[in-house]
């Protein structure tokens, strides 16, 4: 177990018989699954498995076409108000591939703003907040840069933060480090690891099998739109029971 609490009983996200199609294409066959409070899920698998679709019907950047998505005890995809559906989802920070941030604002606005916008937090409190956030992911010396003037690590970390700020109870991550050199995967990673010790619920879509070792609660590995194996991650990369599974980490050990 990783993280500083065990996780509770109580699920934070769950899938009941969620499917999504492309057209004829099946992105998303009968997932059943939940992400309990206080856990870590990593999600891995090939490359079009539905990783990312999966992750991204938690907060309706998917639809979905039959089933349910229910976070904290709300259906996500039931009829919702703009309003209604904004509120959701400023309760979950989501960090993307790509960063995603505003050019045209410094490091301190970026995170700043939707404390400021969506939740009508005084400038004040949220400058405060924002600089405690930037401490966190080691970048208050950067809070008067401009993106532009950042590494890819660097802006991906403010990406963090800002997720932070609006104080989210679940962090979903898309593949958050497939952008960056090599050099930087590691300052991210670093991040996410200490949310992880601090008890955060967190859902993971990534390639680094090394973080999934070290910081999962249990493994999902998904292909052509399914999840064929839930396992803790010490018998997920010893044992793993699926043939499909075993020959992903054949695969990854050879290269």
Request: glycine share 8%; net charge neutral.
């Given at each position: 177990?990783?993280?500083?609490?065990?996780?509770?009983?109580?699920?934070?996200?769950?899938?009941?018989?969620?499917?999504?199609?492309?057209?004829?294409?099946?992105?998303?066959?009968?997932?059943?699954?939940?992400?309990?409070?206080?856990?870590?899920?990593?999600?891995?698998?090939?490359?079009?498995?539905?990783?990312?679709?999966?992750?991204?019907?938690?907060?309706?950047?998917?639809?979905?076409?039959?089933?349910?998505?229910?976070?904290?005890?709300?259906?996500?995809?039931?009829?919702?108000?703009?309003?209604a559906l904004n509120k959701l989802?400023?309760?979950?920070?989501?960090?993307?591939?790509?960063?995603?941030?505003?050019?045209?604002?410094?490091?301190?606005?970026?995170?700043?703003?939707?404390?400021?916008?969506?939740?009508?937090?005084?400038?004040?409190?949220?400058?405060?907040?924002?600089?405690?956030?930037?401490?966190?992911?080691?970048?208050?010396?950067?809070?008067?840069?401009?993106?532009?003037?950042?590494?890819?690590?660097?802006?991906?970390?403010?990406?963090?933060?800002?997720?932070?700020?609006?104080?989210?109870?679940?962090?979903?991550?898309?593949?958050?480090?497939?952008?960056l050199d090599p050099e930087m995967?590691?300052?991210?990673?670093?991040?996410?690891?200490?949310?992880?010790?601090?008890?955060?619920?967190?859902?993971?879509?990534?390639?680094?099998?090394?973080?999934?070792?070290?910081?999962?609660?249990?493994?999902?590995?998904?292909?052509?739109?399914?999840?064929?194996?839930?396992?803790?991650?010490?018998?997920?990369?010893?044992?793993?029971?699926?043939?499909?599974?075993?020959?992903?980490?054949?695969?990854?050990?050879?290269?």
């Amino acid at each position: 177990m990783s993280n500083a609490a065990a996780p509770s009983a109580a699920p934070m996200i769950r899938f009941e018989g969620v499917n999504k199609f492309y057209g004829d294409l099946a992105a998303l066959l009968d997932i059943n699954a939940e992400v309990k409070k206080g856990e870590v899920v990593v999600v891995c698998g090939p490359s079009g498995s539905g990783k990312s679709t999966l992750i991204r019907t938690v907060n309706r950047l998917e639809e979905i076409h039959s089933g349910a998505v229910v976070f904290d005890g709300q259906n996500v995809h039931a009829k919702l108000g703009g309003s209604a559906l904004n509120k959701l989802r400023s309760r979950i920070g989501f960090v993307f591939q790509s960063f995603n941030l505003f050019p045209h604002l410094s490091v301190l606005d970026n995170v700043m703003l939707s404390p400021i916008k969506v939740s009508g937090v005084g400038k004040t409190d949220a400058r405060t907040r924002a600089m405690e956030l930037l401490e966190r992911v080691g970048l208050a010396n950067k809070a008067q840069s401009f993106p532009a003037q950042l590494s890819g690590g660097q802006q991906q970390r403010v990406a963090i933060a800002r997720a932070l700020a609006m104080e989210p109870p679940a962090m979903l991550f898309d593949e958050p480090t497939s952008a960056l050199d090599p050099e930087m995967v590691g300052e991210v990673l670093a991040v996410m690891r200490a949310l992880a010790r601090d008890g955060m619920t967190m859902m993971c879509v990534t390639h680094e099998m090394s973080f999934a070792r070290e910081v999962a609660d249990r493994v999902w590995f998904m292909d052509a739109g399914r999840i064929l194996e839930v396992a803790a991650p010490g018998d997920f990369f010893r044992t793993p029971t699926h043939p499909r599974a075993q020959r992903f980490l054949t695969d990854l050990h050879a290269r």
